[in-house]
């Protein structure tokens, strides 16, 4: 028996997703082999195509860093999950694929009632957002915050968890994209025609609590003076390269050595690869939340699997306002 997943045959644009097969096997001693749902189409796959990651695998390599699915097999010594279980994974590669093979110690269990593209998107995106507002920043009811990158899969889950913890939000995107993120309550600005300094600067003079960046690059020089004395930037995106990596650690260590009592912290859910606890325990705590309706991913689009490259392409292309899921062929039979 075959199945169908998703190879990037070398770098460059989405026409390099293609279509492949290959034979089903049964799992080893320790993995599961799951049955892939749904899966995020996120920027990291975008940035990692092109090599632009410190961390780029070279291809061929099979994309994919978000998924649920339903547990198809276990090997021999797996105990904790059975087959049927509806679980999760952040497996940082091979989630474009209509099954997944995983260490069955690194599955997290999913609610049946959810919805898998619903469900996709938490695993990364909005795990990004909790952590680095609860963990990181530990932020307040009534903190002042800036979302840079306020449109995308990780700004919407923001932006959603904000007004969730009861935040004044200010947030940066393209003016046609502000009526999709209006129920959220937040001050949208454009950056193609305002000056997000400016703006900020005239609503608060006095500074604001915390920093969500994204997007890094000049964003972190422009906005780092906006904070308030003890106030945090919280960077979460990805440096692109080794070089920029040791650039972003450069200014952090620099800003974070200024007598203002402001600091710059990383966030990176790459972590979880070696420290499991608090995202095992965040993880349950976004999925009751997605259960109990308190929190609601925007899904721009939901599209089969062998449609990777439409997918990507429409990512790519800037228009997209939150999330991208790749599904499975029963969840459009439904």
């Known amino acids: 028996m075959t199945y169908q997943r998703i190879l990037v045959t070398k770098r460059g644009p989405p026409a390099n997703l293609q279509v492949t097969e290959c034979d089903l096997r049964e799992p080893s001693a320790r993995e599961a082999r799951v049955k892939v749902l749904a899966c995020s189409v996120c920027l990291p796959d975008v940035q990692i195509r092109y090599g632009r990651s410190p961390f780029a695998p070279k291809p061929p390599y099979e994309p994919g860093i978000a998924i649920v699915g339903v547990v198809d097999a276990v090997g021999s010594r ?100 502000h009526s999709a993120l209006a129920e959220y309550g937040a001050t949208l600005i454009d950056y193609r025609t305002e000056d997000f300094v400016e703006v900020i600067r005239r609503a608060e003079p006095g500074g604001i609590d915390f920093i969500f960046d994204g997007m890094g690059g000049d964003y972190i020089l422009k906005a780092f003076p906006l904070l308030r004395r003890g106030g945090a930037l919280v960077e979460y995106g990805n440096p692109g390269s080794f070089p920029a990596l040791l650039t972003l650690f450069a200014k952090v260590l620099a800003l974070n050595l200024l007598p203002n009592a402001r600091t710059i912290k990383i966030y990176g859910a790459g972590f979880s690869l070696f420290y499991r606890k608090p ?56």
């Open 78 to 177: 797996v105990l904790r999950v059975a087959p049927g279980a509806r679980v999760a994974a952040y497996p940082a590669l091979g989630g474009y694929s209509e099954y997944a093979y995983l260490p069955a110690s690194r599955l997290v269990a999913v609610p049946q009632s959810l919805d898998p593209a619903e469900a996709a998107p938490v695993v990364l995106n909005y795990l990004t957002a909790y952590q680095s507002l609860h963990r990181r920043a530990k932020v307040r009811a009534g903190n002042k915050v800036l979302i840079i990158g306020a449109s995308g899969g990780c700004g919407t889950a923001f932006l959603d968890l904000g007004r969730l913890a009861g935040l004044r939000m200010y947030g940066i995107a393209s003016k046609g994209k």
């Open 279 to 334: 995202f095992l325990e965040d993880w349950a705590a976004l999925f009751r939340l997605l259960q109990k309706g308190q929190i609601k991913p925007i899904i721009s689009g939901v599209l089969p699997l062998i449609e990777a490259a439409r997918a990507n392409t429409l990512l790519e292309s800037g228009t997209v306002v939150g999330n991208l899921v790749l599904a499975a062929p029963e969840l459009f039979r439904r």
